[in-house]
Antibody
C-alpha cells in the first residue's frame, strides 16, 4: 500500500525557514516523480514544486521560485521542501503528492502538514 | 500559464440528483485533465484522469468528458458521500494548475 507521511510543519515568523519532509513507502520511490501542493486556509489547491524520479529535473511555481528548494533522498525514501524567506501568504497545508502514472497527475497524496507564517 | 476555470463555484443538490460541473482551460490541453474530490480536513482524492478514465475503485456514477478546452464531470445519481469540493487540474504542461473548486452542497 502506498503511503506518504508529511512532517515538519509548524509556526514560523515571517522571513524564517522551515524544512518539510515526506516519508514514502509501498512503492519504488526512485521510479516516480514527486510534488508538493499547498492549500491556504479556506482556499483552493496550488501546485508548488516538482522533482523527477532521478532528481535531474526540478520545477517551481513562480510564487516560490528562489525561496523554496525541493530535494529527495533515495536511501531514506524521503522527499523534502526547504522553505526560506517565508511570507504570510505561504501559510497553508502542504501536501506531498506522487505521480506514478504520468508527470503532473497526482495519484497519491499524503495527509498534509500545516505551515503557519505569523509574528 | 494555463488558467483553469470551473463553474459553478457552489452547487446545491439532493441525493439522487444528476449534477454536472464544467471546467474550461485558457488554451488547449488535449485530454490531460484530472478531477479530484476533497472532503474537509482531508487530502484530495483522484477520481478521473485523461479527461474520462475512472481511477480504480471510483464508483461508476462518476464520469468525465471533454477535450481541448472544455471538460465536464458528471455524477449520475448523487449519494450522501459525494458532498464535497471538486477540483479540475491540467497536467498538459508545467506549471500544473487547478480550477478554483466547486463545492457540492446538500440542498
Amino acid at each position: 500500500e502506498v503511503q506518504l507521511v508529511e512532517s515538519g510543519g509548524g509556526l514560523v515568523q515571517p522571513g524564517g525557514s522551515l524544512r518539510l519532509s515526506c516519508a514514502a513507502s509501498g512503492f519504488t520511490f526512485s521510479n516516480y516523480e514527486m510534488n508538493w501542493v499547498r492549500q491556504a486556509p479556506g482556499k483552493g489547491l496550488e501546485w508548488v514544486s516538482y522533482i523527477s524520479g532521478s532528481g535531474s529535473t526540478i520545477y517551481y511555481a513562480d510564487s516560490v521560485k528562489g525561496r523554496f528548494t525541493i530535494s529527495r533522498d533515495y536511501a531514506k525514501n524521503s522527499l523534502y521542501l526547504q522553505m526560506n524567506s517565508l511570507r504570510a501568504e505561504d501559510t497553508a497545508v502542504y501536501y506531498c503528492a506522487a505521480s506514478t502514472a504520468v508527470a503532473g497527475l497526482f495519484d497519491y497524496w499524503g495527509q498534509g502538514t500545516l505551515v503557519t507564517v505569523s509574528s | 500559464d494555463i488558467q483553469m476555470t470551473q463553474s459553478p463555484s457552489t452547487l446545491s443538490a439532493s441525493v439522487g440528483d444528476r449534477v454536472t460541473i464544467t471546467c474550461r482551460a485558457s488554451q488547449s490541453i488535449g485530454s490531460w485533465l484530472a478531477w479530484y474530490q476533497q472532503k474537509p480536513g482531508k487530502a484530495p482524492k483522484l477520481l478521473i484522469y485523461k479527461a474520462s478514465t475512472l481511477e480504480s475503485g471510483v464508483p461508476s456514477r462518476f464520469s468525465g468528458s471533454g477535450s481541448g478546452t472544455e471538460f465536464t464531470l458528471t455524477i449520475s445519481s448523487l449519494q450522501p458521500d459525494d458532498f464535497a469540493t471538486y477540483y479540475c487540474q491540467q497536467y498538459n504542461s508545467y506549471p500544473y494548475t487547478f480550477g478554483q473548486g466547486t463545492k457540492l452542497e446538500i440542498k
